[in-house]
C-alpha cells in the first residue's frame, strides 16, 4: 500500500530554536502533501497544502514566517518550526495522496515539545 | 469553506453492542467522506470512506451511510470489540485526493 513516513516520530527543543519535520512518501510520488496540528484531545487541524516545486498554501490564521514548509521533491516535504515557542508543542501530522488505488495516507506524527 | 460537526464527543458502549456516529456537513461541494480511527500517540487510519454517488457502504462490522441531500453521513459499528475503543473522527472533502476537513471526534470506549 501507500507509505507517508514522518520523522522524527518526537522532538524536544529549547524555546527560540528551530525544529524541523519531515514527511517522504516513501513508494509513490506525491505532488501535493498536507500539513496537520494537533492539539491534545482535539481534532486535527489543516495547516498548510504542499506543493511540489511551488509555494505553500496556508490556511486562514496560519502564520506563513512562523511554519516554513518546503517541497522540493515528489517524496518530501519539510515543516520547519521556527523560533518555537512552548505554545508551539503540538502533535505534527503530514499526509499525502498517492491519487491511486489508496488516496489519501497519514504520516505516524511528529510530537513536538518546546520547552 | 467546509465545516463538519460530529456528535457525540464521547460514546461509551457494551461489548457486543452496536456504536452509531453521526456528522454534518456544510458544503454541498463535498463528495468525498472518509472516516479514520486514531489511536493514542498515532496518525489517523483509514478505515471506510464514501462517495456522494452512494447511499451506503459495508465492510464487514463497519457501514456508512450518507444522505447527501441532508449533508448528513454517520458511521455504524456493529458486535463491537474492545479492539475499537479509539478516538473516531469523520471528514469531508471536494474529492478523495483533495485537503480533508475533519470533525472533531468521537471517543469510543467498549466496555467489558
Known amino acids: 500500500g501507500a507509505v507517508v513516513s514522518q520523522h522524527p516520530s518526537r522532538v524536544i527543543c529549547k524555546s527560540g530554536t528551530s525544529v524541523k519535520i519531515e514527511c517522504r512518501s516513501l513508494?509513490?510520488?506525491?505532488?501535493?502533501m498536507f500539513w496537520y496540528r494537533q492539539f491534545p484531545k482535539q481534532s486535527l487541524m489543516l495547516m498548510a497544502t504542499?506543493?511540489?516545486?511551488?509555494?505553500?498554501?496556508?490556511e486562514q490564521g496560519v502564520e506563513k514566517d512562523k511554519f516554513l514548509i518546503n517541497h522540493a521533491s515528489l517524496t518530501l516535504s519539510t515543516l520547519t518550526v521556527t523560533s518555537a515557542h512552548p505554545e508551539d508543542s503540538s502533535f505534527y501530522i503530514c499526509?499525502?495522496?498517492?491519487?491511486?488505488?489508496?488516496?489519501?495516507?497519514f504520516g505516524s506524527g511528529t510530537r513536538l515539545t518546546v520547552v | 469553506g467546509e465545516n463538519v460537526e460530529q456528535h457525540p464527543s464521547t460514546l461509551s458502549v457494551q461489548e457486543g453492542d452496536s456504536a452509531v456516529i453521526k456528522c454534518t456537513y456544510s458544503?454541498?461541494?463535498?463528495?468525498?467522506f472518509p472516516w479514520y480511527k486514531q489511536e493514542l500517540g498515532k496518525g489517523p487510519q483509514l478505515i471506510i470512506d464514501?462517495?456522494?454517488?452512494?447511499g451506503e457502504k459495508k465492510d464487514q462490522r463497519i457501514a456508512v451511510t450518507l444522505n447527501k441531500t441532508a449533508k448528513h453521513f454517520s458511521l455504524h459499528i456493529t458486535e463491537t470489540q474492545p479492539e475499537d475503543s479509539a478516538v473516531y473522527f469523520c471528514?469531508?472533502?471536494?474529492?478523495?485526493?483533495?485537503?480533508?476537513?475533519f470533525g472533531k471526534g468521537t471517543r469510543l470506549h467498549i466496555l467489558p
Open positions: 504542499s506543493n511540489e516545486g511551488s509555494k505553500a498554501t496556508y
Open positions: 499526509s499525502a495522496s498517492d491519487r491511486g488505488a489508496y488516496g489519501y495516507t
Open positions: 513508494d509513490f510520488q506525491a505532488t501535493t
Open positions: 458544503d454541498s461541494a463535498s463528495n468525498y
Open positions: 471528514a469531508a472533502s471536494l474529492n478523495r485526493d483533495d485537503k480533508i476537513i
Open positions: 464514501i462517495r456522494s454517488n452512494v
